[in-house]
């Protein structure tokens, strides 16, 4: 039986998925003119950089990625390539999303636009991210990397958990938390 090395992956889309919905309930709260919480978007891009980001795509780009290319995947002109701008043009998502946010928070009040087009922008793209992910790249890195390698990529994706133990379960409150507040507003 071969070691999965990409389940823990599709696991972790689950978390983001979450996150994403929040953030496209709360936008569409300011779209209706019923949103106050300017904090949810800092917890939320807290989330997007630190858990979908640095814990995340760190397995990622600098594990699988890195494998499917040594096993024979172009890095360019390839779903590697693809999904690496993909995290690039996400992160802009994030920076833009965060300066108006910042400014929104400082008394700001012509922003609300700019917030509900980068969060709208980031969570299509992170759905249809995951999704392409979930269906396209990570079955065929499970029938083309060889089973040799997949020790050593349990290995890192264990040294990239190990980093922050708390992290993974930290961000599962976040979640729930903002999970229960919506229901209990609902």
């Known amino acids: 039986m071969s070691?999965?090395?990409?389940?823990?992956?599709?696991?972790?889309?689950?978390?983001?998925?979450?996150m994403i919905t929040l953030v496209e309930n709360n936008t569409a709260k300011i779209e209706?003119?019923?949103?106050n919480d300017w904090n949810f978007y800092?917890?939320?891009i807290d989330f997007v950089r630190n858990y979908a980001d640095r814990f995340h795509h760190a397995k990622e780009e600098d594990v699988l990625f890195v494998e499917l290319?040594?096993?024979?995947?172009?890095?360019?002109?390839?779903?590697?390539?693809?999904?690496?701008?993909?995290?690039?043009?996400?992160?802009?998502?994030?920076?833009?999303?965060?300066?108006?946010?910042?400014?929104?928070?400082?008394g700001s009040e012509d922003l609300h636009q700019v917030i509900v087009e980068n969060?709208?922008?980031?969570?299509?793209?992170?759905?249809?991210?995951?999704?392409?992910?979930?269906?396209?790249?990570?079955?065929?890195?499970?029938?083309v990397l060889p089973e040799a390698v997949r020790p050593r990529m349990t290995a890192a994706y264990d040294k990239v958990n190990?980093?922050?133990?708390?992290?993974?379960?930290?961000?599962?409150?976040?979640v729930e938390r903002y999970e229960q507040a919506s229901v209990a507003c609902d």
Request: charged fraction near 25%; glycine fraction near 6%.
């Open 3 to 18: 070691e999965n090395i990409t389940q823990l992956m599709m696991d972790e889309h689950q978390l983001i998925l979450r």
């Open 32 to 35: 209706a003119g019923t949103f």
């Open 42 to 44: 800092l917890d939320a």
């Open 69 to 106: 290319v040594k096993n024979g995947m172009p890095e360019k002109s390839s779903p590697i390539e693809a999904m690496l701008m993909e995290h690039d043009l996400g992160r802009a998502f994030i920076k833009n999303l965060e300066e108006a946010v910042s400014k929104t928070i400082q």
């Open 119 to 143: 969060a709208k922008g980031y969570a299509t793209l992170l759905r249809g991210h995951i999704q392409k992910e979930d269906q396209i790249l990570y079955p065929l890195a499970e029938r």
């Open 162 to 174: 190990a980093a922050d133990p708390e992290l993974e379960q930290r961000y599962q409150a976040m």
